[in-house]
């Protein structure tokens, strides 16, 4: 069996930075539309250095969690299809 695993970076980065600049915009109280601007494009710039410097991490707890997803919920089909075949 061979498990290939393509992960977006980009994506990964875009979706950490929104969260992050929502919770600094909320709890601060920010509200004009240049304060979010400069508070994203700093987190943005935090998260994408985050991101690249714990790429191997990432990834390594990624194909983890997918390979036990996988087990948990291909091993029983696994098992009915070759009882199926016999």
Request: overall charge negative; glycine content about 4%; cysteine-free.
């Amino acid at each position: 069996m061979k498990l290939e695993i393509e992960i977006d970076e980009n994506y990964i980065a875009e979706m950490v930075s929104q969260k992050i600049a929502e919770r600094i915009v909320t709890e601060y109280k920010y509200e004009n539309r240049e304060a979010k601007i400069g508070v994203r494009d700093g987190v943005e710039k935090a998260v994408k250095q985050y991101v690249y410097s714990e790429k191997d991490s990432i990834i390594e707890r990624v194909v983890d969690r997918a390979s036990v997803e996988i087990v948990r919920k291909g091993m029983s089909k696994l098992l009915d299809r070759l009882v199926e075949g016999k």
